[in-house]
């Protein structure tokens, strides 16, 4: 399993790793500051750096279902890092940062449209979440401001760690229903926002709600029977 030091700390920008396995195009790591595509969340981009200075990009990072760790995407065609090879880690922290922003601001909208959520997605650019609602109850300036209402309190956001079991008897914290919470080591990951939100997350957010700095509602559009979609953008 590679060790996610994004878990601890989302801010590191660079690290250091051994590779542990390498398949084609793929690169697997000890450990690695790259967050791996999940919950709606794409994955980083970014450098392996090698001792003599070579620069070899990371396109994309997804899980790896045959060892359990994360895989790190070259291009096709580059020549990779040898296995036991000490690399160095580099993401894009410009694009990491706009998505941590976006997913927090999502998590702050869901308390404003008070709806199950029926799926979300988060881009550089953007980001919408999905909600099982009648459209003619959303309206952007309204969801617009309450969500930029409640990022100007500042609050800083805390991780909580509960057991699969608490995660069993408290059902009313999983606001997503297109995304099960990331289970399977016996315990669950919360994002909790005091005083405005707690719900299960593996994703990289920021550490104050004010680091958001505010959103404007691109578009409310209808989506399927049971999914109306507001899109937002970061106001700045």
């Given at each position: ?27 697997e ?6 967050y791996?595509?999940?919950?709606g ?35 096709a ?14 993401i894009d ?31 550089p ?82 550490a ?29």
């Open positions: 399993m590679t060790e996610l030091l994004f878990r601890d700390d989302a801010y590191l920008k660079t690290a250091t790793a051994r590779v542990v396995a390498v398949r084609d195009n793929i690169v790591l000890d450990r690695t500051i790259f791996p595509q999940g919950g969340q794409p994955g980083d981009t970014g450098f392996l750096i090698r001792d003599n200075g070579e620069r070899i990009a990371v396109t994309d990072t997804r899980k790896a279902p045959e060892s359990g760790g994360v895989a790190h995407h070259l291009a065609g580059t020549a990779g890092p040898e296995v036991g090879e000490a690399v160095g880690l580099e922290w410009n694009r990491r940062y706009a998505l941590m922003r976006l997913h927090t601001a999502l998590h702050v909208m869901s308390c404003v449209v008070i709806a199950p959520v029926t799926g979300g997605n988060i881009a650019d953007k980001a919408r979440l999905d909600f099982d609602i009648d459209i003619t109850l959303l309206d952007a300036d309204r969801i617009a401001h309450g969500t930029n209402e409640l990022i100007g309190r500042g609050v800083p956001t805390e991780t909580v760690w509960i057991t699969d079991e608490e995660l069993d008897a408290r059902p009313e914290l999983v606001k997503t229903m297109s995304v099960a919470p990331p289970r399977g080591a016996g315990r669950v990951r919360l994002l909790k926002i005091p005083g405005i939100d707690l719900q299960p997350c593996g994703g990289t957010h920021v104050n709600i004010a680091e958001i700095g505010g959103i404007r509602v691109l578009r409310i559009r209808n989506e399927g029977k049971r999914n109306k979609r507001v899109e937002i953008a970061l106001r700045g």
